[in-house]
């Protein structure tokens, strides 16, 4: 019986140390050429996807879009498993594509809306307040 346990302990750790986040990136030069807009929104904690409730702060400018584009290409995003019920934190980017898919970028959790949509994570939260420092701190 020992044994039978040994290896279903075996067994269970080898399935969990596969469950692993896998990194995502985003492409500079396919967003480059689809990006219409970026929104900087106050999600206020609501869930973006079902709720479409926020407080519109403003648009970034062309100038700064290349900025921001060019700083997400560099950041490591993780593609979870499993996601919680958290809320959008209150700085959230949108961006808007010319096909009429956009993503979310906040600190909770950011969408990937491209088939449906996906959930994404920072790697690190240091990330998510580079960005919101230098894309609406300094700004406003």
């Known amino acids: 019986m020992k044994k039978f346990y040994k290896y279903l302990l075996l067994i269970v750790s080898l399935l969990l140390s596969s469950c692993k986040d896998r990194s995502v990136y985003f492409d500079y ?10 929104e900087v929104v106050d999600a206020n ?9 926020y407080k519109y702060l403003f648009t970034l400018n062309n100038a700064l879009i290349d900025d921001f584009l060019l700083d997400i290409s560099k950041i ?23 096909d009429g898919v956009y993503d ?34 300094q700004i406003i």
């Open 29 to 38: 030069d396919e967003m480059i050429e689809k990006v219409v807009k970026i």
């Open 45 to 53: 904690g609501r869930d973006l996807i079902s709720d479409r409730t």
């Open 76 to 98: 490591e995003f993780r593609d979870p498993l499993l996601t919680n019920g958290e809320r959008a934190w209150r700085i959230t980017f949108i961006i808007y594509y010319n």
């Open 104 to 137: 979310y970028i906040n600190l909770s959790r950011s969408t990937w809306f491209s088939n449906g949509y996906r959930y994404l994570s920072f790697s690190a939260s240091d990330d998510y307040y580079y960005l919101v420092d230098k894309y609406y701190s």
